[in-house]
Antibody, heavy 121, light 109 residues
């Protein structure tokens, strides 16, 4: 069955960096884009960006450009989100989700379990 | 970038029908997808495309769209449908990006 398994919770100090991983199983990793979405405590969902595992191409939401790097390792079917210069308002649950390749596909059909990143001094 | 607007909260009596709406310019070009999120859990896709349901989603969930407004309808709401619901679509303003609505908290009375 399809699974996206994310790395465990992180606690970071302001100004530090964090890397969250998302390991896919149950499907061909390169057939789906991997998107990243976050949710601050008590807030809604916010889209961060996506990566094409096939060629490593990425795009990020404008507010995160320069602070977020998306990468992947196809040998272990894993996508990574790195966020730098963390601030307290980056405290959130970070999710990965897959999106099927295809012109008409715009939905996220499977999600990871989420990774809580806490930024606190 | 585009925005999607949802009512923050909606309530429905058990067994009745409720409609949750989502408005935004991107919906003129792209269908909305809808996600259900219960406390402490990851979102779950409940509707995608015109009105498709993933395997395992009850047929009481349906969707419609007109102009810049998409709607999720639950016909015969059950207690287990109480959750937050988010709409989502691709951004139509240029480069590939995605946008979520602010979410609607559904209370089943």
């Amino acid at each position: 069955q399809v699974q996206l398994v994310q790395s465990g919770a992180e606690v970071k100090k302001p100004g530090a960096s964090v890397r969250v991983s998302c390991t896919a199983s149950g499907y061909t990793f390169t057939d789906y884009y991997v998107h990243w979405v976050r949710q601050a405590p008590g807030q809604g969902l916010e889209w961060l960006g996506w990566i094409n595992p096939d060629n490593g191409g990425t795009s990020s939401a404008p507010k995160f450009r320069g602070r977020v790097t998306l990468t992947r390792d196809t040998s272990i079917n894993t996508a990574y989100l790195e966020m730098r210069r963390l601030r307290s308002d980056d405290t959130a649950v970070y999710y990965c989700a897959r999106l099927e390749k295809g012109v008409s596909s715009t939905w996220f059909d499977f999600w990871g379990q989420g990774t809580l990143v806490t930024v606190s001094s | 970038s585009s925005e999607l607007t949802q009512d923050p909260a909606v309530s429905v009596a058990l067994g009745q029908t409720v409609r949750i709406t989502c408005q935004g310019d991107s919906l003129r070009r792209y269908y909305a997808s809808w996600y259900q999120q219960k406390p402490g859990q990851a979102p779950v896709l409940v509707i995608y495309g015109k009105t498709n349901r993933p395997s395992g989603i009850p047929d009481r969930f349906s969707a419609s769209s007109s102009g810049n407004t998409a709607s999720l309808t639950i016909t015969g709401a059950q207690a287990e449908d109480e959750a937050d619901y988010y709409c989502n679509s691709r951004d139509s303003s240029g480069e590939p990006a995605w946008v979520f609505g602010g979410g609607t908290k559904l209370t089943v009375l």
